[in-house]
T-cell receptor, first 113, second 114 residues
Framework: GQSLEQPSEVTAVEGAIVQINCTYQ??????LSWYQQHDGGAPTFLSY????GLEETGRFSSFLSRSDSYGYLLLQELQMKDSASYFC??????????????FGKGTKLSVIP | GAGVSQSPSNKVTEKGKDVELRCDPI?????LYWYRQSLGQGLEFLIY????????KSGLPSDRFSAERTGGSVSTLTIQRTQQEDSAVYLC????????????FGPGTRLTVL
């Protein structure tokens, strides 16, 4: 089976840096993804790591360590609009060609002035 | 281009009634997924369609839930004899065959069973 663990809530100050951790257990590993979801909105894709190391996309970076079954999302120069829930997700390959995602329960980030 | 669309955006129904939720995926996306999200929870996989292959129904919580995808495009999720525990946001997503990371989500249908 597959499971992901991430903190339920994080609070950070505007302009600061925050790290959201995710540990996973999977049977077969096909990468770690991160999604953002604002209240009442649809999840939107942020980043994906298939290999160890850091991937940077603007203010957001994502890190993966396959040997530790661990990853994190790093948000820099926090803005109020970054207040949202952040989900890590791993694909499960049911059969050749496509993948369903298993999501963590999400981390609710609150950015305060 | 147009994203994933879902209808209705909100649905209130009485316990025991049947409901149908609709999803229009992004044109050209062969994979389509249904997820359920209860208040404050993560996304729970329900079912996915991949091209003309048999759907993966492993996530459906009971036989009251069913889904179909006509013509490889539009999908309908049907919940029969709704129960209060079915109240949730039902999200549809689509992507290109073989895409491991990026799924494009619709805005969801908020279902409330009274």
């Amino acid at each position: 089976g597959q499971s992901l663990e991430q903190p339920s809530e994080v609070t950070a100050v505007e302009g600061a840096i925050v790290q959201i951790n995710c540990t996973y257990q999977t049977s077969g590993f096909y990468g770690l993804s991160w999604y953002q979801q604002h209240d009442g909105g649809a999840p939107t894709f942020l980043s994906y790591n298939a290999l160890d190391g850091l991937e940077e996309t603007g203010r957001f970076s994502s890190f993966l360590s396959r040997s530790d079954s661990y990853g994190y999302l790093l948000l820099q120069e926090l803005q109020m609009k970054d207040s949202a829930s952040y989900f890590c997700a791993v694909p499960k390959k049911p059969w050749a060609g496509s993948y369903q995602l298993t999501f963590g329960k999400g981390t609710k980030l609150s950015v305060i002035p | 281009g147009a994203g994933v669309s879902q209808s209705p955006s909100n649905k209130v129904t009485e316990k025991g009634k049947d409901v149908e939720l609709r999803c229009d995926p992004i044109s050209g996306h062969t994979a389509l997924y249904w997820y359920r999200q209860s208040l404050g929870q993560g996304l729970e996989f329900l079912i996915y369609f991949q091209g003309n292959s048999a759907p993966d129904k492993s996530g459906l919580p009971s036989d009251r839930f069913s889904a179909e995808r006509t013509g490889g495009s539009v999908s309908t999720l049907t919940i029969q004899r709704t129960q209060q525990e079915d109240s949730a946001v039902y999200l549809c997503a689509s992507n290109i065959e073989g895409a491991k990371n990026t799924q494009y989500f619709g805005p969801g249908t908020r279902l409330t069973v009274l």
